[in-house]
């Protein structure tokens, strides 16, 4: 009697520590979302379908852009919402998974240097 249950308990235990393993294995391995922001522009980072969503906030004339790589790609790119203000323009990739994606916000000044936010990082 004894026997068996030092084994329930054995096997109790390690079933716990295979369900926590597994459990905390998958949150460490999700993405993260982000968000981005200056006076005239904001983007959100969604990791779920690697969506950036480029939000004009003025009606000045000014477009709203977010600047962006990732670590298997050093190259800079940009998605530009030439919008007015409250205007969003959403914009899909395909990033490889577990890569840091690192972007920030900008408003495009015409005559002047971008008015960006500082550089982010957010996992796809």
Known sequence: MTRNRIVRAAASIGASISI????FASNAWAGTDGYSATDGASVQFKHYGDLF?????WRDGNAAMVE???DSNKAFHEDVNPGSAGSCHTFDH???????????AC?????????CANWIARTA
Do not use: G, K
């Open 68 to 70: 962006y790589n990732w």
């Open 53 to 57: 969503e480029v939000c004009d906030l």
């Open 107 to 115: 408003e495009q000044i015409p005559y002047w240097p971008d008015q």
């Open 20 to 23: 926590c393993t597994i459990a």
């Open 94 to 104: 395909d990033f490889p998974e577990l890569d840091s994606v690192y972007f920030h």
